[in-house]
């Protein structure tokens, strides 16, 4: 069965300093994608960055890259130069080919970033 | 760039009662999912429409219900209600594809006296 597992409940940064969450996954597919979703206490699910399995480029989107580790099955987003807004709640999910079902998502339990002046 | 639509925001229902949640996907977007939150948990896939026809079934209680129109919007349907159905309800919609990113809608707020 498919797992996210993101070890840190919450974590705090200082403005423009550097952060990155942990995600580590299991499952059993080679074919499979990793993605980053930031919540806001507004409630809404936005996405930040996927990764997909065979990628050999680690993903970045503007100030987000995602630390891919394929062997380490973990998958690190690294939020670069905080911003007050970044304060959230962010879920890391996969979506596998076979195991998970083709079109579900799983998502670890998030952790909640709170970015200091 | 035009988002996933969901209606209403908030709802408000009495145990027993019967609820409709109403979800707009993005435009040419084809698939549809549905997730359900409880309160500090993380999202839980509840069922998902590709093409107007039933492509994944979640964790969904058989009083719950969804189905995709010809227009693609997808409604869910919830009998019975139950304290613990209170939650945020959120729709997903992408483009047919393993690699296409679900785009999650602003969320139903349900909360279940």
């Known amino acids: 069965a498919q797992k996210i597992t993101q070890t840190q409940p919450g974590m705090f940064v200082q403005e423009k300093e550097a952060v990155t969450l942990d995600c580590t996954y299991d499952t059993s597919d080679q074919s499979y994608g990793l993605f980053w979703y930031k919540q806001p206490s507004s409630g809404e699910m936005i996405f930040l960055i996927y990764q997909g399995s065979y990628d050999e480029q680690n993903a970045t989107e503007g100030r987000y890259s995602l630390n891919f580790q394929k062997a380490r099955k973990s998958a690190n987003l690294v939020i670069s130069a905080s911003q007050l807004g970044d304060s959230a709640m962010y879920f890391c999910a996969m979506r596998g080919m076979f195991s998970g079902g083709y079109n579900k998502l799983i998502f670890g339990a998030g952790t909640r970033l709170a970015v200091h002046p | 760039a035009a988002g996933v639509i969901q209606s209403p925001r908030h709802l408000i229902k009495e145990k027993r009662e019967t609820a409709t949640l109403k979800c707009y996907p993005i435009p040419r977007h084809d698939t549809v999912y549905w997730y359900q939150q409880g309160p500090g948990q993380d999202p839980q896939f509840l069922i998902s429409?590709?093409?107007?026809?039933?492509?994944d079934k979640g964790s969904i209680p058989d009083r719950f219900s969804a189905q995709q129109f010809s227009d693609y919007h997808s409604e869910l349907n919830m009998s019975s209600l139950e304290l613990g159905d209170s939650a945020l309800y959120f729709c997903a919609s992408s483009p047919s594809g393993f690699t296409d990113t679900q785009y999650f809608g602003p969320g139903t707020r349900l909360t279940v006296l």
């Open positions: 429409f590709y093409e107007k026809m039933q492509s």
